[in-house]
């Protein structure tokens, strides 16, 4: 790890409020009317400039939402949300869409290489294509020729829409169903960007991808929608990120990721996920209601997610797998931060159905000030599934006495050949521990902070390099001042 | 120059430690013994700051700052350095990564420049080398699954790496073999010089032969009850505490 004391010291420098990220760009800027109606619906695919079975397909999604009821088994509560109080579109009010990066407004890179995003494609050493997500529209993608020399497409959504319709038509939705939960329903109804990966039979991605999600606009809404097509003995390693400005409102954030991997192809999908948690009081922050399922479709296919959840004022995500094929793979590492009043109810879903499936859960929950944590997770092991495999670890760290950490595996097994694993742990971190570490001359926060990565480390050390260390300095951050 | 002057504390109300007199000039290394549970550690934990010790009266001052006044790892930075009894396990943190972050901690509080991961594996591996210890002794957790002695020379590591100016080592000779116990003496021998001072905590006078002490005290019932030069340790061997203190 980076010197602790290094990354505590910048972030010092950097904030008072805790939340570094917590700036607004200002900048024109082009809204829906606020609002959720089928206008909506209609405006957000033309202003897409959307084919007609888009349209047709966003509308469905609208008509089966309306019918549906917000679901309230998650061991969140949070004041009734107006939809009806938002706008489902906000995008940078430039009239040509840019065709590179020279084109984009400066004002919107400035922004990005504020959160040290790498934007420019000299940064090669970084090795990292960027899609920037700024509300509800991709604002630029770098290194995409060099990739489309592999054949391997890396854009907007948006983009993948109008150039490779037949891809998107096929596998949209074809994870996460229209109709599959309340928070995915709504996002098919009116997602307005998101990135598009298509790797073709036999590539290794030469670098690693990512989408840096930005909420800029108020009162606004960010619907992401993410499609991840791996064929058969491709890899890809994809990241994403996000953060938001600092605000007294709370803001929704309901993204749908859909990760398809075809036969021997592997996806890595790991996340630092960084919104605006909301103040010490519990004041604003981001509701983040994320749909994320992956079908390995192929044999031996291969999913892993990461993730490391710091921010929002309310996490409800459940990054799932699929276990179709034979001898395929699940996994699932992560960490989730919640201090002050955040509360993060997440998890995974491992299905397996194919034969000789595996699939291993990761999770370190840590919860400090008065905030809740809850690890809520499904293994579901079909009659078919012969000699599935499945390893549970759950372990939580509390950080002060007026926090709490909750642990709900549900476990369905119809196999009689498979084997379910599952342990749990619930510690604090112990004074004595502390005091080792200041008597050698850490701060208390320092000392934290070490321990805590320490705690983690299973999960933080299959994140990429670059991520790991950002990662590390985000929990330090996260924690400022829980303990004393 | 430690100087510790009618040093009373209490653990939970309980009054631990009874009015503790004691000055270590600035060079010397001075020895403590005393039975069990009379306060060795307890006045090693109040001297380097740790929580939970309600200091009800006297002072402790080294080269003039007021100890008990000054954050654990301010003290730290200040040149104290404690060499736990029973070193503490950090799950999931790297040993190597640990000590670097405490050799920039305490660098940081003393004025100088951090040392990067290449400058610090160096300074570590002369370290280890000179203490016969093994390299793995870095790659592995913070004293997890270590043996007894392994964690006692972990503590002596990082006294070598930390270079501190006022060491207390509490019992840093039990469990560890003849060979380790000279090794660990050789350490502590190798900083003795004019700007070292130590507070040694021992049940065995054999470490005395090692690290020949300027004084030893004898600490019983919260109380320095018996100084003398390095024959009084002999005499306590011989003869046990209750005749010595007598
Ligand atoms: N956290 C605590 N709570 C209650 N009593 C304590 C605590 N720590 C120490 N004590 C008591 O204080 C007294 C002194 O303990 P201390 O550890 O200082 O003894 P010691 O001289 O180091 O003994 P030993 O030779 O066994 O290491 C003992 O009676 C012990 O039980
Ligand atoms: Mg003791």
Redesign the pocket.
């Known amino acids: 790890m980076a010197a602790v004391a290094e990354t505590l010291e910048t972030v010092q420098a950097a904030n008072d409020g805790g939340y570094k990220w917590g700036f607004e760009t200002d900048i024109a800027m082009e809204f829906a009317p606020k609002g959720l109606s089928e206008d909506i619906v209609r405006f957000i695919s033309a202003k897409k400039n959307e084919p007609d079975w888009l349209l047709e397909w966003r509308l469905k999604a609208y008509a089966h939402w309306l019918k549906m009821e917000e679901p309230e088994w998650a061991a969140v509560s949070y004041p009734k949300i107006d939809y009806q109080d938002a706008y489902y579109y906000a995008a940078p009010s430039n009239k040509v869409v840019p065709k590179s990066l020279d084109e984009v407004d400066p004002e919107l890179l400035r922004t990005y290489e504020k959160l040290g995003i790498p934007v420019q494609e000299q940064q090669r050493l970084q090795g990292i294509a960027v899609d920037m997500v700024f509300d509800s529209v991709s604002v630029a993608t770098t290194f995409k020729d060099r990739l489309a020399k592999e054949g391997i497409i890396f854009c907007s959504i948006s983009e993948a829409v109008q150039e490779h319709p037949e891809l998107v038509r096929q596998y949209l939705g074809s994870v996460v169903p229209q109709g599959d939960n309340y928070f995915a329903c709504l996002n098919s109804a009116v997602f307005t960007d998101g990135s598009f990966v298509y790797i073709p039979k036999g590539v290794r991605c030469p670098m690693e991808l990512s989408t840096y999600f930005r909420i800029n606009a108020k009162s606004t809404g960010q619907f992401e929608r993410t499609l991840i097509i791996a064929e058969a003995g491709s890899y890809v390693s994809y990241l994403e990120g996000c953060t938001a400005p600092m605000r007294d409102e709370n803001q929704m954030h309901a993204a749908v990721v859909e990760l398809v991997a075809m036969d021997d192809a592997s996806i890595k999908y790991s996340t630092v996920q960084n919104w605006y948690p909301g103040d010490s009081e519990g004041k604003g922050g981001i509701y983040n209601f994320v749909t994320k399922r992956g079908a390995c479709r192929g044999a031996r296919s291969k999913i892993s997610w990461t993730q490391v959840e710091t921010g929002s004022a309310i996490t409800w995500k459940y990054p799932s797998c699929m276990l179709l094929g034979d001898d395929s793979v699940g996994e699932f590492y992560s960490v989730a931060v919640t201090n002050n009043h955040q509360q993060a109810d997440t998890g995974t879903k491992m299905w397996h159905v194919g034969r000789n499936t595996r699939s291993t859960i990761v999770s370190k929950g840590i919860s400090a000030g008065q905030a809740q944590n809850t690890y809520r997770g499904l293994v579901k092991i079909s009659p078919k599934a012969v000699g599935a495999r499945n390893f549970t670890q759950c372990d939580s760290l509390l950080i002060g006495d007026k926090c709490g950490a909750h642990t709900v595996p549900y476990i369905e097994n119809r196999c009689a050949t498979a084997k379910v694993e599952h342990e749990a742990t619930t510690s604090r971190i112990a004074e004595d521990q502390l005091f080792y570490c200041r008597s050698r001359g850490l701060t208390q926060e320092e000392a934290v902070g070490l321990i805590v990565n320490g705690f983690c480390r299973e999960v933080l050390k299959e994140l990429p390099m670059e991520f790991a260390v950002e990662a590390q300095k985000l929990l330090a951050i996260s924690l400022e001042g829980s303990v004393g | 120059m430690l100087k510790i002057e009618g040093l009373t504390a209490e653990?939970?109300g309980?009054p631990?430690l009874k009015g503790i007199d004691l000055e270590i000039p600035t060079g010397e290394i001075h020895a403590i013994m005393?039975?069990?549970?009379?306060?060795?550690?307890?006045?090693?934990?109040v001297l380097s700051g740790r929580e939970?010790y309600e200091i009800t009266g006297g002072s402790a001052t080294y080269n003039g700052l007021d100890l008990l006044a000054m954050e654990p790892e301010e003290r730290a930075g200040s040149g104290v350095f404690l060499a736990f009894?029973y070193p503490v396990e950090l799950p999931g943190v790297g040993n190597a990564n640990f000590l670097r972050t405490a050799v920039n901690a305490v660098r940081k509080h003393k004025g100088e420049p951090e040392i990067d991961a290449m400058q610090f594996l160096k300074l570590a591996r002369t370290k280890i080398k000179a203490l016969q210890m093994s390299d793995d002794m870095l790659k592995r957790n913070v004293n997890v699954g270590f043996s007894g002695g392994e964690k006692k020379r972990n503590e002596v590591l990082q006294m070598a790496l930390l270079e501190p100016t006022l060491a207390i080592l509490?019992?840093t000779d039990s469990g560890l073999d003849i060979d380790a116990l000279k090794i660990v003496a050789d350490g502590v021998n190798a900083m003795r010089g004019a700007n070292f001072s130590s507070l040694v905590?021992t049940?065995y006078q054999r470490l005395l032969d090692y690290i020949v002490p300027d004084r030893v005290h004898v600490?019983m019932g919260?109380r320095i009850v018996k100084s003398g030069g390095p024959e009084l340790a002999l005499a306590l061997e011989a003869e046990g505490y209750a005749k010595v203190a007598a």
Request: proline share 4%; charged share 20%.
């Open positions: 653990i939970d309980k631990i005393g039975p069990n549970g009379s306060g060795k550690s307890t006045l090693s934990y939970g009894q509490d019992e905590i049940h600490l919260g």
